[in-house]
């Protein structure tokens, strides 16, 4: 099957006085219909800057300084303004983190919702109307006659996010990107968004890029799962290889970070050290002058990527195909 999206040594520069600087350093990565992707990683990593590349949202202090972002067949950074914005929302759609700085406060839940049909050339005021209250009844809102008449600050913060989701895929996108959707809300209703997204996952057949540095949200609703560290994609694969089989250091890190039953009462583990800050050279593995492992040759350039099966590859030089150690796919 050919992915949907495919991202070809994706590199985002962003403007530090007259310089650009790289923080999403050559990735790659690709989504095919109907998966749930996740990017995980420390806050700076990239995340968020991968997602508003494919968005074309980066702005003036930021650029896609290298590689390519293709979607089914189109070039994203090749098309004109007029072909992104009808993409845009009809195609691919974003859910951001808070909704109530994402929602206009002046404007009825209703107009907001009707507005993304009438940019992508639905006019027919019944058809706007039914197909509102169609996305409502869908994201698991009930009464959406009332609900369209009120304001987004007469809501909660579960149905904020709820009515967003519907805002995004109101015109039926095949890719939906959302970034760190769940993190403002609490568990319970967390737990209900999740629900949500994998409801409209397989009835919609909507492929998902979800970020997040929550690990427990990652496993919950993620087919296959992307660790990025300092501006690279450090490991990738299934969920079942990453979460029982992880092999990156910084992998290990973060899974030894969790606070889990086994560990009450024991001090939590954490990865020494400090993200490389912005802008700071080094050649060889980022995460090396943290890593408990590292050798001379983590130092020495980025290690190549090394694939084991279909589902799991790692850039990491202490990895080795032919190695001892039985490696089990899952």
């Not at 508003?52 to 300084?65: D, N, Q, V």
């Not at 968004?193 to 929550?214: A, E, R, V, W, Y």
Request: with cysteine; glycine share 8%.
């Amino acid at each position: 099957m050919k992915p949907l999206l495919k991202a070809q040594n994706l590199t985002v520069a962003v403007r530090k006085g007259k310089k650009w600087i790289t923080v999403v350093d050559h990735i790659n990565f690709d989504i095919k219909q109907g998966e749930i992707i996740g990017i995980v990683g420390e806050s700076g990593c990239g995340k968020t800057l991968t997602a508003l590349s494919i968005m074309g949202l980066l702005g003036a202090h930021a650029k896609i300084a290298e590689g390519e972002l293709l979607f089914k067949t189109v070039d994203l950074q090749a098309i004109s303004r007029q072909e992104k914005q009808r993409l845009m929302g009809y195609e691919i759609a974003m859910v951001f983190q808070e909704p109530m700085t994402a929602l206009n406060p002046l404007m009825k839940i209703g107009e907001q919702l009707a507005e993304p049909l009438r940019l992508h050339g639905i006019t027919d005021r019944k058809m706007i109307h039914d197909k509102v209250i169609e996305i409502l009844h869908e994201v698991e809102l009930s009464e959406p006659e009332r609900l369209m008449q009120a304001y987004p600050h007469q809501l909660s913060g579960g149905m904020r996010q709820r009515v967003m989701i519907a805002a995004a895929v109101i015109c039926r996108p095949k890719l939906l990107i959302a970034d760190e959707a769940t993190t403002a809300l609490d568990v319970t209703v967390q737990a209900q968004i999740l629900q949500l997204l994998k409801k409209l996952n397989q009835t919609m057949g909507l492929s998902i890029l979800f970020i997040s540095h929550d690990l427990g949200v990652i496993r919950a609703i993620c087919d296959k799962v992307m660790v990025m560290y300092a501006g690279k994609i450090v490991e990738q694969g299934s969920v079942g290889n990453i979460f029982y089989h992880p092999l990156h250091e910084y992998t290990k890190g973060l899974f030894g970070a969790i606070a889990v039953p086994e560990k009450k009462g024991l001090p939590l583990s954490n990865i020494p050290g400090k993200v490389p800050a912005v802008g700071e050279k080094r050649l060889g593995c980022p995460f090396a002058l943290r890593c408990p492992k590292v050798q001379d040759i983590c130092l020495s350039a980025f290690p190549s990527e090394i694939a084991l099966g279909e589902n799991h590859s790692v850039n990491c030089a202490l990895v080795e195909a032919d190695r001892e150690v039985e490696y089990v796919q899952i």
